[in-house]
């Protein structure tokens, strides 16, 4: 119950395609659903985020949708570009105990 | 901008040796947690401090691993002995609690190579 399911486990797109990247969820008390980018050698870093009571969340090319019913969200990336190559991974958290639960990762190939 | 300062960055060690790594959270975070990462997959809670207390350390391996946080800022993650299966990254993170906004800041990592 306390797992985050990720898919696909790689992902190569042509430049300036669409990547999606797809998360699922079973536990209801998770309210917050952060997706964090990681290049390698570094740490994570927080891309996008969204609460489960909006349906979509948009911050340039980069959109979160959430399906509350059926436990699922997603990573757009539009216009991918070389630069977004990355290991992308999303994740959910509970705001009464702190707690994160991260998915296994997507790692993303824009070609030039 | 404020950071989460992790050291070292990288450190190569031999099985049955100690090892510690040190991370600095951003100043007046309360959360702190240890992350393992093995090549590949998402980041695995070790331990989750609030203040200077733990919270869950439940998949900390107790048996050689250990962290503390005495003053509640800085923290530090022990080894001993380092197995060839500790080969992975650990991840320091930290996090605002009160207003709590959901959002993690990671630092760089400690890689950690066990020979």
């Known amino acids: 119950q306390q797992q985050v399911k990720q898919s696909p486990q790689s992902l190569i797109v042509q430049k300036g395609g669409i990547s999606i990247i797809n998360c699922a969820y079973e536990?209801?008390?998770?309210?917050?659903f952060p997706w964090y980018q990681q290049f390698p050698g570094k740490g994570p870093a927080l891309l996008i985020a969204i609460r489960p009571d909006v349906s979509e969340k948009k911050e340039g090319r980069f959109t979160i949708s959430f399906n509350k019913s059926a436990k699922q969200f997603s990573l757009h990336i539009m216009d991918s570009q070389p630069g977004d190559s990355a290991t992308y991974f999303c994740a959910a958290f509970t705001s009464g105990t702190y707690k994160y639960i991260f998915g296994t990762g997507t790692r993303l190939k824009v070609l030039a | 901008e404020a950071e989460v300062a992790q050291s070292p960055r990288y450190k190569i060690t031999e099985k049955s040796q100690a090892v510690a790594f040190w991370c600095d959270p951003i100043?007046?975070?309360?959360?702190l947690y240890w992350y393992r990462q093995i090549l590949g997959q998402g980041p695995e809670l070790l331990v989750q401090f609030q203040d200077e207390s733990v919270v869950d350390d439940s998949q900390l391996p107790k048996d050689r691993f250990s962290a503390e946080r005495l003053k509640g800022v800085d923290s530090t993650l022990k080894i001993q002995p380092a197995e060839l299966g500790d080969s992975a990254m650990y991840l320091c993170?930290?996090?605002?609690?009160?207003?709590?906004?959901?959002?993690?800041?990671f630092g760089e990592g400690s890689r950690l190579t066990v020979l």
């Open positions: 536990n209801t008390a998770f309210d917050y």
């Open positions: 993170a930290s996090s605002p609690s009160g207003g709590h906004t959901g959002e993690l800041f």
């Open positions: 100043s007046g975070h309360a959360t």
